[in-house]
């Protein structure tokens, strides 16, 4: 793999790796929160914004493993891919892209499900969706800039 040495990233790589680490902690809190049981989330449990209606649906769950812990690997990913560091490896771009589009892809299936079948919003997902698009957003920013200089 051939390294590139320019040392200045566009400021989208470093939003990319910031939402990347908030998006992360959100994912490990839901994570933590779904194998305790407890149900102490900090969020209403009625009406519109219920975090335990949609923590303990069964959109809850992708192909048996819980959406949250995909959401702490995607994360851990994400964010070892836009480590300044690892930004100078441009091999990884496609890798980048295609992570974030694969996060982008979940959002909406995940979105879709709080919406229409649920009818319910969880606000600790809501943080995970956008921190998500921003990795979307900030990785395609970044690749396109590097690849037009």
């Not at 449990?45 to 995607?74: E, M, Q, R």
């Not at 480590?83 to 295609?98: M, Y």
């Not at 921190?131 to 957003?137: H, K, S, Y």
Request: charged share 10%; hydrophobic share 55%.
């Amino acid at each position: 793999m051939s390294v590139d040495t320019v040392t200045r990233l566009p400021r989208a790589a470093y939003a990319a790796l910031g939402a990347s680490i908030v998006g992360l902690a959100a994912a490990i809190y839901l994570t933590v929160e779904h194998f305790s049981s407890s149900l102490t989330l900090a969020c209403p449990d009625t009406g519109a914004i219920n975090c335990a209606k949609v923590t303990t649906s069964k959109w809850s769950h992708f192909a048996g493993i819980p959406v949250s812990v995909l959401g702490v690997v995607f994360f851990v990913g994400m964010s070892v891919l836009c480590l300044p560091v690892t930004w100078r490896v441009r091999q990884l771009d496609v890798l980048r892209v295609l992570g974030a589009v694969l996060g982008v892809v979940g959002v909406i299936y995940l979105v879709w499900a709080e919406l229409f079948e649920l009818k319910a919003i969880c606000l600790y997902c809501t943080v995970v969706h956008v921190c998500t698009l921003i990795v979307f957003g900030a990785v395609l920013w970044t690749v396109n800039e590097r690849s037009s200089s």
